[in-house]
Nanobody, 124 residues
């Protein structure tokens, strides 16, 4: 049974940083691309970032480029999202997701497994 468990969310002031983690189990981790999505209140879930199984290829939404960094430790079956220079518009529930294909997907329908989400709140 595949499980994705996010952690690291919380309350931070604007300009601050957080690091999210997503621990995976039940899958051959380095064979799966991993991604982060987020959903703000009243909005649709949106793509944030994606990393290939090897970790060599990364993609970002324009809104987070230069501020967020995705990386993974395959030996620990964990993917991370380092978030710097946070602003109130980053407030959302953040989800990690797993995609079995190597094609770069930003649409959530391509992702097979999802975590339960972790809340990130950025105060002004």
């Amino acid at each position: 049974q595949v499980q994705l468990v996010e952690s690291g969310g919380g309350l931070v002031q604007a300009g601050g940083s957080l690091r999210l983690s997503c621990a995976a189990s039940g899958l051959t981790f380095n064979s799966w691309a991993m991604a982060w999505f987020r959903q703000a209140p009243g909005k649709e879930r949106e793509f944030v970032s994606r990393i290939s199984g090897s970790g060599r290829v990364t993609n970002y939404a324009d809104s987070v480029k230069g501020r967020f960094t995705i990386f993974r430790e395959n030996a620990k079956n964990t993917v991370y999202l380092q978030m710097n220079s946070l602003n109130p518009e980053d407030t959302a529930v953040y989800y990690c997701a797993a995609d079995r294909t190597p094609v770069i997907h930003t649409a959530q329908r391509y992702y097979d497994y999802w975590g339960q989400g972790t809340q990130v709140t950025v105060s002004p």
